[in-house]
T-cell receptor, first 114, second 115 residues
């Protein structure tokens, strides 16, 4: 019974490249959330998706960042033209419904921009 | 907007000491409150939760009581172990304008237990 699977665990990109982060939710979970954790800080909400729909992207930067959760396959967080300030840990969580159902977090993708 | 403020770390204790990590919140409505734990290199794990005032969440010897009058949800444990060393996050559920029920996190408190 696999949990939330994120890959890659570590990703190194040069400034200006694209980063693609993948998240496969737990079986039976149709709600996916992406959070970003800067060093020594708490997690900040980025985006909430259900299959084929973005429900709330109020925490996403307006430029360079996008997210999708297609009918088939994992959820993808895409960062175009990365900059050093994008270096962070990106966590995906899934749930059957909202936060009160309980989130299950993945182990995260640690992005380093050099 | 809704927010969570945690006791600043790092916190260092000896094994078997009593632990308190303070957490206060600001929220409209009646959020649920959570404590999550993050071990090195891993994602967050739900430690305990409380969904309404005066509820007590408990797990693995940790406890926290939802205090509406003081807007607090302090984490306590009577006798800590080396294996409790981790970063602890207090959080509340925030329905937001689009019903997302996303979580709002505090900044985290790093706990180190020495043998």
């Amino acid at each position: 019974n696999a949990g939330v699977m994120q890959n890659p665990r570590h990703l190194v990109r040069r400034r200006g490249q694209e980063a693609r982060l993948r998240c496969s939710p737990m079986k039976g979970h149709s709600h996916v959330y992406w959070y970003r954790q800067l060093p020594e800080e708490g997690l900040k909400f980025m985006v909430y998706l259900q299959k084929e729909n973005i429900i709330d992207e109020s925490g996403m930067p307006k430029e360079r960042f996008s997210a999708e959760f297609p009918k088939e396959g994992p959820s993808i967080l895409r960062i175009q033209q990365v900059v050093r300030g994008d270096s962070a840990a990106y966590f995906c969580a899934s749930s059957r419904g909202g936060a009160n159902y309980g989130y299950t977090f993945g182990s995260g993708t640690r992005l380093t921009v050099v | 907007g809704n927010s969570v403020t945690q006791m600043e770390g790092p916190v260092t204790l000896s094994e078997e000491a009593f632990l308190t990590i303070n957490c206060t919140y600001t929220a409209t409505g009646y959020p649920s409150l959570f404590w999550y734990v993050q071990y090195p290199g891993e994602g967050l794990q739900l430690l305990l939760k409380a969904t309404k005032a005066d509820d007590k969440g408990s797990n693995k010897g940790f406890e926290a009581t939802y205090r509406k009058e003081t807007t607090s949800f302090h984490l306590e444990k009577g006798s800590v172990q080396v294996s409790d060393s981790a970063v602890y996050f207090c959080a509340l559920s925030d329905r937001g304008t689009k019903g997302a029920q996303k979580l709002v996190f505090g900044q985290g408190t790093r706990l180190t237990i020495n043998p």
